[in-house]
């Protein structure tokens, strides 16, 4: 019943958000890489500060000076994860760069759902 | 008793993070829905790149073009977001634009608690 | 055994993110008090636009006005959330700003863990 408007409802559904830092100019690596993997889409915060280390003990790599940097933030279904992380992996091993994922909730019609489930 | 120092304890309080990705020209509808419905707080993150598509697979509207976007970061409680998501439908039927809604923690003076609850 | 293929695998580790909102000439406090707590990187947004009342029925210090503010993201332990907010709690008392603390997973190399732990 509900399909007949089909403009009429928006719910919340469980997603991914990414955040990946890295220097500006590793920018259309991660673009390439999120379009790979199917990342529907991303907005892109450039000319970010960021300052950290290249930890050891805290075992994750970060920033060793004030470079310019982009923070992506990307929205993606748990699937896609493990292949971002794998596709990342040759970076974070020669420059530094961090990924973040967190549990979202992402506004949907649903209409859409209507057609594809 | 620990209302007798009223500066001095700041907990954490359960909230909903919300981030609404909308075009440039949209910054000031956003602005007003986010009042009106009774968001005390935000930030906006102006000229963000994005990219996306309109994903009838996806189930959710998206950037199909580099166009310059803004990024709203706001707080509220639960009550609010069904008002905001209505109240970006029109928006998000006739236009691009995504809403994210997280858990949170918000730093909050205990002090004000005490007047409040 | 999996150590000896050191770059091998990046997995998923939980985390907390925490934001910060403050005027932009209280960027350099923030920048110390996350260097002081033992806070490894963090990215400095600049030039945000912010809103948001000093809410005493919120219960929260917002911006009064349309200021020029900076956003931190940063990632930390549990364990040094609460310095964090001792740190801040003189700012909020005095001028305006807020932190979120939410919960994520950074991608972190094995190696490091096999050392450090």
Known sequence: MNETNQHAQ???HALKKI????KGKR???V??????SGVSGYTIHRNVAGRGESGFHEGYL?????????MFFAVSDE?????IIDGL???FEKSSGV????????????????DDE
Not at 31 to 36: A, I, K, T, V
Not at 103 to 113: A, G, P, W
């Open 10 to 12: 928006h719910t919340l």
């Open 19 to 22: 955040e990946i830092i890295v």
């Open 27 to 29: 920018e259309m690596f």
């Open 31 to 36: 673009q390439d890489l999120l379009e790979e």
């Open 62 to 70: 970060l920033f060793n000076d004030d470079a310019s940097l982009v």
């Open 79 to 83: 699937s896609k994860i493990q292949s």
């Open 89 to 91: 992996t040759p970076l």
């Open 99 to 114: 990924m973040f994922v967190s549990d979202t909730q992402v506004v949907r019609l649903n209409k859409f759902l209507a």
